[in-house]
């Protein structure tokens, strides 16, 4: 699929010199009416114009998800699945790990509790529900929005001694994006003095009515460290449950979505995956993004095997060939050679996706680039000119060195005015993010792309598990001032030899939190010396 100078143009709506003064612009040289260009020139120049192209996927072979039944009345109810946000500090590991006892002390069979990303609780009255417990922090709404995608309810929980947070605030945005109910837990009413009614009254600013003030959100005042209401929070989860009426296809090949993935010592490869239709088996192949896996064994999350999990169920899967990324969706294929063929042609796409973003990444910086030169060129032609006159004795003084010129800059003169002001435009920082787990890597991957474009823009080209390799720095090292960002894995000591000689700096991060503070003031720091 190729196209002529002329045929794009007229794609694309605009007169054929105008552009190829785009393409002169972006330093190509091919500018004839009839040149054929690549499917990446093409992609390249389109991008000029903001129009973004498609190329094509190769049509290769593909797994979709099975079409909803439109009566699911014939199927039967599953669990729902919760997820508990709410401010940091207001409770939430604290009722996480009271409902996660509340179940082992109800009798239940079965080893210690296993971080699995979600937990099953069994009521007394025979129902149960599913928990994830994605962690809490802010650097985690990321993940957080996508666990509320995967999520039947919400729970917000609310502190009563302090009210509605930052956090809390995006928990409810959070919960209204994905059309997810709320149940409100009120936390911490054994505190003295506490005023729960406070608390609804304060929602309701956030249109958040609760049941009391006359809407239908329920609310229940609990104390996560004391356990009271813990037991009718959950009938109210059951409540609201059977008024969704949530049901999935039992008998069917699986479908889920993985919550965490990481890479275990003497386990390999190693997912969590919430099941949410049909049933998975042992020996079942699945398919996950660009990973498959043929199911060598499972785990619930009290560390017990077992050889099936049906809808709204977690477990831990071994055997995957790869690792996948935590909210891929997960789906079932018939065979080794379907899975190996889907992953193939997915890896391809992908491959064809990271082209044109590193050629619009290429293009960007060319563009810059460019109009440094053009700036420049203009400013020692007038200094030239502005030295004749003073030696002709046109002017009276020795000319300073001229300001920029706004004249040629395609962004409306704003880089040259920053250039005047004594900025400079944003230097782009290509990136490659290396962590211990997936969701962790998604989370501080998303929260980096969304830093303040202030003093440096961020361009993720990469991301993955495990520990920083040769490849990710030469991968880093390929663009400009490449930096590793690695969360609680290490590079080994050639690694870290080639890193140096490629002049790529790995930084090391073990706390989430302060990750992103750091990371914005060292690359600041570090691209300070060269401006
Ligand atoms: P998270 O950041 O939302 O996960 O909050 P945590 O569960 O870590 O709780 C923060 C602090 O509040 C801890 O010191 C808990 O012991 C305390 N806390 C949590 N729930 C209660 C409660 O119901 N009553 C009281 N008095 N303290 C609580």
Redesign the pocket.
Known sequence: LTITVDGLAKLLGVQNSHLMRKMANIGMDKLANDYLLTNEEAAEIALEYEVVPIIPDSTGPELYPRKIPEDMSVHPLRPPVVTIM????????????TLRNSSITAGEAGGITQHIGAFSVQLKSGQAITFLDTP??AAFSAMRARGANATDIVVL?V?A?DGVMPQTKEAIQHALDADVPIIVAI?????HGVDPSRIKDELLKYGIQTEDLGGDIQAVE?????G?GVEELSESIVTLAEILDLRAEVDIPAQGTVIESQIERGRGNVASVLIKRGTLKVGDIIVAGTAWCKVRSMADDRGNSVKEAGPASAVEIMGWKEIPKAGDMVLQAENEGQAKSVVDSRVEKRKNKDKLAAVAAMNVQRRETHERDVNERFDERALRKAVWEYHNGLRDSYPEPPAPKAAHSKDGGKAAADAAAGTQPLPVVPVVIKGDVSGTVEAVASALKQLPDKKIKVNVISTGVGSVSESDVVLAGSGSQGVIVAFNVKADKRTQAVAKREKVEIMSFRVIYKLLEDVEKLLVSRLEPIR
């Open positions: 709410g401010h940091v500090d207001h409770g939430k590991t604290t009722l996480l790990d809490g922090h929980v502190a001694d936390n911490k009413c054994d505190k609990i104390s996560a460290l004391k009271t």
